[in-house]
């Protein structure tokens, strides 16, 4: 699932995806 969050920087796109494998 993407988020917009991963598009506004790079620094939210790690979180985004920290919050992708918390989720998983």
Known sequence: ???S???I???N???AEQE???DV
């Open 1 to 3: 699932m993407k988020t």
């Open 5 to 7: 969050f991963e598009y």
């Open 9 to 11: 920087t790079p620094q």
């Open 13 to 15: 796109k790690v979180y």
């Open 20 to 22: 992708l494998c918390g």
